[in-house]
């Protein structure tokens, strides 16, 4: 295999694809552990999006849930025993933090819903003034919060699979980056799979359908629209609300401001790549973060030859932008078209106004 | 229906309209565009609110606040323009809201299926229940409508112009199974501004205009002039007075004109022919086998497969609408929100959209908006617009006015040919008869005009010659003041290779 | 409805009709900060039902208190007006903008390696090849964008927000890596001072010379936008694509000029920031001017005019935070948060007409927009 590598440019090619596919199960949990918030905002934008309600909203409601995750457990803490239950770390401070998180970003998901579905406002003007809203609350409670710098409640930990699983090769660090993951992660994957049934399987996802792509054919049968996409946007809210609660109290341990970076953008651009369907956006929002795997395995165990030296002369700012650069290029169209519910981004008038 | 008053910014929609329908009966509701029959059956259906008035229903008074109470209560409705949802499955659309459930959570697939295909074979049809609504030709899509509405246990049914995109047919057969559906009990309500259909199918008349009723009829003591004076208000001629044509050299020539789509398939097939000035060429067809491509690709708004279009000796096959429009092409679009105006801007920008850019509106890359406003004033007069000025957006208008400012635009200037796409649709007939007039004027003076309509009588009144698409195929030309309804209709059906038989099982649409 | 062709009433009236909602807007927001204040007071100093006023006032103080301070408000809300129109303009062609914040870093940086490329040059050199650099880069980014959506149905929405995250790597490692600076100033990853290329200082204490590219692109845009044909074009685009195609208009070629413009615009902002106000280019910028200047356009309404005044608004908001936080321990974020809610009561206009029975003829914020939420939802598909 390794003379192949001394091919000119096609040589490094073959050796790269062989490097990460030997890495693999080396990067799994990372590439994972950075997919998790992005899923989880693509979950958001799905509730959202296939009831025909825009949201670039997203980054804002994960900031805000992050905010409240972060604070109310740490607050918890301080004044409630610390019970644990005994497994993933899971306390009663970190489970407070997880529910008012998700409550808060239920709370800004109703703001928009309002906006969007009753107002009749710009949806994606909507979302924007969420986005505005989060970085300046966030960014002026955390301040003064953090003059009074109450420790912190700790995080989720991961599962612990039992050894013989754990040790199987190459499946087994696979299976463990799936389901070897905190609470967060693991009702994330149990949420994509859920979704996916519902939605071509169920009543609820028959009529999400159908008000996402010709709102007014669904009010003919009886179906209330705005009744229905009400439901699905404050819903959505509780993907974004486990999104950022992740960010702060199960994949990190602390708050900064704006620290969602732009995964509520890529969320959604995982979301359109995986064709408005929960199983497209996770693996969409896991080929975005493989450069993140990809950045890690190769400061520490750098393949050899050419290649090698080639990789690690390429900046570091270079594997930090990779995912952005990649959402682009993906959604350029390279890889394929996907369309989207029709009725995305129409505000739904019950009554028609030309006589 | 009592006293039904609906009012609207600006119009009374609806004035104190009475409306009585009886078991086992087809009630015709008769008016033209505008006239407010939509907007009284929206009230029956709970999609519109009145201000005044009452519904009883078996004598006794209900409030029908949306779709859904009117479903409870048997009253089901098939809409003018399709209300199918073209991604989802046939079943899925017929099944909509009444769901057969397998448990709280999911759909119970295999039940769903048996129903669908009792329900089709009450009226003989064969009904794929996978297939995607989307892909079907309109008139299937139009069964599906109508399984859908009785799918819903209903009493009474609504039919708001089922027949407007149909073939003479396909329209004969839809009456077929009202009447079967009448025998069966049904109340049936029959939206229709075609005089000759209402007398064909209807047990009562009522006409209504601007909004109320104005008479009642039994079709056995009238006739189509008596119906037209009432609908109208005013004695009206029902067929154009197209006067005699004389054709001269041929101004547009199609040769093998062959159009795909993105994903390869043919939309217009190897198309040839001619119109010559002086004359109007009409291309009748069921929507969606073709026409639309067909004019685009004219027009210049889509890409050529291959084959040739010329304008007065030039080609034009890969010609950009500007350059088009320089050379006296005007094109009246079938879509007028979408292609005719943006709505948002006034009148005196929509009045030039395509002659902005050169003098006297435009002095490099600067607007005279005194020369457009000037122009606009013109414009409005000339072609009798009815606005309070010129500076109102598009949007405000009635559609007629709209049409007309789209015509005002289009008529003028050196034309060579004139490409008229759905001239008239839904607009009252006022506006009508004044676009039909203008377009025969043009013609007198020598203009080729190529009319695409999906109202079959509005092809067979107007044009000189007639062509009829199937498929994509321009199956057949006739003489326009000789050719058959009904021989049109049946090309149109079947492309002339059908003899005549309606097909039974779902075939999937042209495009 | 155009200004162009908008009904003759007196200007007065049309100025009334025009600015009332947004008026109305502001005070609601400024109620809810006030509010927002004595809540979170206990974590500043103790209760204080009176720290809204206290913190009020020094904002008015640090914004118009003094010539400095106007001059302060001038400052900050050139980058606003230039970064605002590069917004509002992209509203009139249909696109919805979110990459300013790039393109204005792009033009800063361009700016900046130009700059120090001529440090030994004259100034009547060095400024104006610094500032077309900056406009350029800034140009070159907004370009990406509307190709893509132009050519490649990707919605610019997503892709000028990623291009923003690759805008910030970009110049992170353009700056820290070939343009550090050497000198003995550079005490964290930045360049070296710009010298020649520095602007004028032509008002106060720090009035500088950009001050005037903001006043000039006022009404420069106004004129393109509304008495040029291009204007009508890109407005004709940016309402329906369909019949600028029809009319014989390249819409898509519309979209790549109009992205262009803005990125210029964006680009210029940044030249004029990097080389009249900051006089280095720091690595990590932390500016939030391209967010900013999406509320700017909104308030605004996307009208050059429009968006002048709310650049002010704006930038005198941001001249008094400073001595808001000093003298009444409110956090700079504030003014975020102000800006989110004013934008709210904006879009939620037809609420607050009905609640307050406010009867003008308002312009409603989502009728320029709708073609954007539209696209939206076609993107990709071509």
Redo the contacts between chains.
Sequence with gaps: MEFLYDIPVIGMVIQFVVYVIVQLPVLAPTIMAAAVPIILGALCGFMNERSGVVNIGIEGMMLTAAFVAWWTAAIAAQFLPDLRIGIMGITLPLLIGLALAILAAMAVSAVHAWLSISVRADQIISGTIINIFAVGITGYLNLLISQHSPPSAGQFQALRLPSFLADIPIIGPLVGALIGVGPIALSMLISVIVLQVLLFRSRWGLRTRSVGEHPKAAETVGIDVIKLRYRNVILGGVFAGLAGAYLTIEFGNAFQGEMTAGRGFIALAALIFGRWTPVGAFGAALLFTASIGLQRSIQFAPPEGALGDFLSTLPSQFYSALPYIIVIIVLAGVVGRSVAPAAVGRPYERESKAA | MRGITKRYPGVVANDGIDLEVREGEIHALLGENGAGKSTLMNILYGLAVPDAGQILLDGKEVEIASPHDAIRRGISMVHQHFMLVPVLSVAENILLGEEPMAGRVFLDRTASKHRIKELGDRFGWEIDPDKPVGSLSVGWQQRVEILKALYRNARVLVLDEPTAVLTPQETKEIFGVLRKLKAEGYAIIFISHKLYEVLDVADRITVIRRGKVVGQRIPSETDEDDLAKLMVGRDVELTVDRGESHPAQPVLSIANLTVRDDRGHELVRDVSFEVRAGEIFGIAGVAGNGQDELVEAVVGLRHATSGTVTLAGTDITHASPRTLHKMGLGFVPGDRHRFGMVLSFPLTDNLVLNDYYHAPYARGLRRNDAAIEAYAKEAIEKYDIRTPSADVSGGTLSGGNQQKVVVAREFEGELHLLVLDQPTRGLDVGSIEFIHNQAIARRDTGIAILLVSAELDEVLEMSDRIGVMFRGQLVAVLDGRTADREDVGLLMATGGRGGGVQPQTMEEDAS | ??A????KRSLWRRAWDVSLLPAIAIGLALIFGAV?MIL?SP??GGFDLFLPITAYKALLQGSVGSLNSIVNTLVNATPLVLAGLAVGIGFKGGL?N?GAQGQFLIGAMCAAVAAIALNDASPWVAVPVSIIAGMLGGMAWGFIPGF?KAF????E???T??????A???V??VIS?PMRGTGPEVTFARTDAIVAAELPIIIGRNGHLGLLFAAVAVPLAWWLLY????G?EI??AG??P??A????MHPRWLIVLTMSICGLLAGLAGASEILGEVGYMPASYGT?VG?DA??VA?LGRANPVGILFSALLFGAMQAGAGQMQVEAGI?A?????????I??FL?????VRRVLKVRTAGTG???E??T???????????
Aim: charged share 10%; no cysteine.
């Design positions: 409805m155009t162009a062709t908008a009904p927002l979170s974590l500043i919805f979110i893509l490649r149905g990707a919605h929405v997503v892709t927000i990623m291009l923003n995250f690759v910030i790597y970009l992170s490692y890596g008495r040029s044909t291009t009508f407005r004709t309402a329906n369909d019949a195609r029809y009319a014989g939030t967010f999406i509320a909104l956090p974020q504030m003014v975020a948060v102000l800006q989110a809610v934008l709210f879009a939620a206009e037809s609420v914020l989502g009728t927009l709708q954007v939420s539209r696209s939206y939802g076609e993107q990709a598909t071509r």
